[in-house]
């Protein structure tokens, strides 16, 4: 009997957890599912009735245990910026040597050609990928919309958004959908050796996120454009790393540019439905704050 076992990797994380609901509503049994997670003690919480194995990424005799026996992978993206190639070489090699045949990557938009400083990571990932010999299929996520709606206290408290975006738009759009490309893609078939350029169907500035804020919360809020190094000043004012600041900044520029942007419509095929709308995604930032 061929195995039918997919493993979630980064499973206690807010993607990971998604993809695993994803996958279990799209009729994929809970012992075919395995939650990898660093710390399995953590990952009490998940209650989804699945197996959970350790998954460190800094340990490969931990991933060559959790990767035993699955037909495919999902190796969502490590969080440690300078750590995460060595951490993906370590995973890349466990799937490899445990004979899985297939391995989904979560990426980012364009990885390949954007100059947005965080790529270079995903990058290289790709090409150890394809060098691997493994078949794999590529999800390059733009932002999640919840990198600006999760925290809009301040924006509503200040009456401005800010950011180094320009009237550049961004694809955003939230976790679920992303998870549920992921889903797609691991309960299904043919989308070996694939790439796909996901991101939201309509695209958003900073203006018009912001005026959306607006609306919905009855309080006027507007973008606050910045250079650069004024916004890196202003969230290493707001208790943020230097580093994490530079390269949210960093990015900003290369939505300017259009790099987190993207007509594809990957993701609506995917998932077989719209996109989360801004609207949408603003409503349920609100009720959290």
Do not use: C
Request: charged fraction near 20%; aromatic fraction near 6%.
């Amino acid at each position: 009997m061929v195995s039918r076992m997919i493993v979630v990797t980064g499973a206690s994380g807010h993607l990971g957890r998604l993809v695993i609901a994803e996958l279990l509503a799209r009729g994929v049994p809970a012992d075919g599912i395995v939650a990898a997670v660093r710390t399995p003690g953590k990952a009490a919480d998940l209650d989804l009735g699945v197996p959970v194995r350790e998954a460190d990424y800094d340990r490969p005799e931990t991933l060559a245990t959790a990767f035993a026996g699955a037909s495919k992978v999902l190796l969502i993206s490590g969080n440690e910026f300078g750590k995460r190639v060595a951490q993906h070489t370590n995973a890349i090699n466990a799937a490899k040597a445990a004979g899985v045949p297939f391995l989904a990557y979560t990426s980012i938009l364009k990885a390949d050609t954007t100059g947005i400083g965080i790529a270079h990571d995903h990058r290289e990932t790709e090409r150890l990928i394809r060098e691997s010999g493994l078949a794999y299929t590529f999800l390059r996520n733009s932002w999640y919309t919840e990198n600006y709606t999760d925290n809009l206290g301040p924006a509503l408290a200040t009456g401005a958004i800010i950011g180094s975006a320009g009237d550049g738009r961004v694809a955003a759009t939230t976790r679920a959908d992303y998870a549920a490309a992921a889903a797609a893609v691991l309960a299904g078939d043919g989308h070996q050796n694939r790439v796909y350029e996901l991101g939201s169907d309509t695209p958003f500035t900073m203006a018009e996120l912001a005026a959306e804020v607006s609306l919905q919360a009855g309080t006027p809020v507007s973008y606050q454009d910045l250079p650069a190094g004024e916004y890196v000043k202003a969230l290493t004012g707001f208790g943020l790393d230097e580093g994490y600041a530079g390269a949210l900044a960093d990015a900003d520029l290369g939505i300017q540019r259009g790099e987190l942007a993207t007509d594809s419509g990957d993701l609506s095929r995917l998932i077989g439905r719209p996109t989360a709308s801004l609207a949408d995604a603003v409503a349920a930032g609100l009720k959290t704050q």
